[in-house]
């Protein structure tokens, strides 16, 4: 048998990078790697890092230092840490982090983490390569193993990656590289393997996500819509959320799954950017701000109940008061569940980072601040029209408390309730009592189950 060894992963970023390292994980465990929640003494550690927050590659090098600190430590011991480098800052940075941080072993890009298990073992032999950054011609998804770990009840399914849009200030089309659909049948696959080991819920990945287009076993493409009315039919599948989308790819298959299948959950993600036309333009959007209206007015005639989310940027270079006034406008007129929003930061080698009307820090500072009062009073006033509805939660782990169960609302809220730990992974409808900014709590109105 093989000795176990400690793998420690720390994961920055979005949702794709959390099934990344889960797939990380999986690779290693033949070589006998396991998980552990420290890095002190761990005999692996990589940090899958995420390229889209400000200050990346520092955070990152000064991490790097803290580590080293340790695996200096456990050398005095005799021992070796292996430090890789995984996600977009690796695959920015390349060669540079090892010139920087020579005492890093392993830079791996997010294509080549079915390589991961021969870049260690090249590590042990002393030889080979160490940095693995490359667009493979062969889909990594062919050699990633999908036993997991640990499936969760709610469980994340890339379906597809990478991006062909282009918008001016994002690093994603140059990080992850070109649109790639994974076929329908590796899809079903895995999502019937997931639901097998315990997921209730299945999150369908893709930085573009709506741009699906897999093939099936005859070689007809797909898109998205008719993929998650097939996964529908998955049976124990009890919920199907997606993203994250693009105002562009919104296409009539899709609308028609958000009014048709139950599964499909009621609450989506979809980044606008920018409320000015002036600003999507320039920001290589490919949408205005018509369009995502109409997009919004026709998923609330199919599905009434649906709540939207959304991405935002403030000072993209040139931003007048009067752009950044058409995106208050148009929170104003959407009404979002719960949003994310960030002061425009540049990027090395997108175009927009070569702009010359680049605005004070201060601008870019107070528009946020006003965006950020009116969608947290926003987020605010929609958790609060939950309270004294009924609705149904899936409860996936237990809360701090005895006796406590913390769910997911259809709308991503988290629910907490009182009712006894076998609910774990089951839905039951819940009476809401108390909503705050960032939660709800109330009563399991099953009360013959909640028992
Ligand atoms: N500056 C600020 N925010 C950015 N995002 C992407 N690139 C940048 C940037 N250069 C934000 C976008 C995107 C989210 C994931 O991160 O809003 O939708
Ligand atoms: Fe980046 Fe735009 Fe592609 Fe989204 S659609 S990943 S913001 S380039």
């Known amino acids: 048998m093989t000795e176990k060894k400690k793998l420690y992963i720390k994961t920055y970023g979005c949702q794709m990078n959390v099934y990344d ?13 396991e998980e552990t929640p420290e890095y002190t003494d761990a005999d692996m550690v990589v940090l899958n890092t995420c390229h889209i927050r400000e200050k990346a590659s520092e955070k990152l090098y000064s991490e790097l230092g803290r580590i080293r600190k340790v695996k200096d430590k456990l050398k005095d011991k005799g ?9 977009c800052v690796g695959q920015a940075e ?3 982090i090892l010139s920087r941080a020579p005492y890093v072993d392993i830079v791996v890009g997010p294509q080549s983490y079915h390589r991961l298990p021969s870049l260690v073992q090249n590590i042990r032999k002393e030889k080979g390569d160490k940095v693995d950054i490359e667009f493979p011609t062969v889909s990594k998804f062919d050699f990633l193993p ?12 890339t379906i597809q990656e990478g991006c062909d849009k282009f918008c001016t ?7 992850r590289g070109a649109e790639y659909s994974r076929p329908v049948s590796e899809i079903t696959r895995e999502a019937m393997m997931l639901v097998e080991r315990g997921a209730k819920e299945i999150q369908l990945l893709g930085q573009n996500v709506n741009a699906y287009h897999g093939v099936d076993h005859e070689g007809n493409a797909w898109n998205l819509g008719q993929l998650i009315t097939h996964l529908s039919k998955v049976k124990g599948l009890e919920r199907i959320r997606y993203t994250t989308s693009h105002p562009r790819d919104m296409h009539a298959d899709l609308y028609r799954a958000h009014a048709e299948v139950e599964a499909l959950q009621p609450y989506l993600h979809l980044p606008v950017q920018a409320g000015s036309n002036r600003t ?3 920001m290589n959007r490919k949408h205005t701000r018509e369009e995502y209206f109409m997009i919004i007015e026709r998923l609330r005639k199919l599905r009434p109940d649906i709540a939207f989310s959304s991405d935002f940027i403030v000072g993209y270079p040139g931003e007048t008061d009067q752009d950044f006034e058409d995106t208050m406008d148009l929170v104003r007129q959407v009404g979002f569940a719960q949003c994310y929003s960030f002061k425009y930061s540049a990027r090395p080698g997108t175009p927009a980072s070569l702009k010359e009307d680049q605005l004070p820090e201060d601008v870019k500072d107070a528009r946020l601040q006003a965006l950020q009062a009116l969608l947290f009073q926003q987020q605010k006033d929609f958790n609060a029209s939950i309270v004294g509805k009924t609705i149904p939660v899936l409860f996936d782990r237990e809360g701090r408390h005895e006796g406590q169960l913390i769910g997911k609302s259809p709308y991503m809220q988290s629910v907490y309730v009182s009712a006894d730990a076998v609910h774990q992974g089951t839905i039951l409808n819940v009476r809401v009592d108390k909503a705050t900014q960032n939660s709800l709590t109330g009563i399991v109105a099953d009360t013959a189950k909640a028992a």
């Open 94 to 96: 390349g060669e540079e």
């Open 21 to 33: 390292s889960g797939k990380m994980q999986d690779v290693m465990l033949p070589l006998g790697y």
């Open 146 to 157: 999908e036993e997991s770990a640990k499936v969760g009840i709610s469980a994340f399914l």
């Open 79 to 87: 021992r070796h840490m292996i430090i890789a480098v995984a996600g």
């Open 169 to 175: 200030f994002c690093v994603v089309p140059y990080t």
């Open 280 to 282: 999507l333009k320039a």
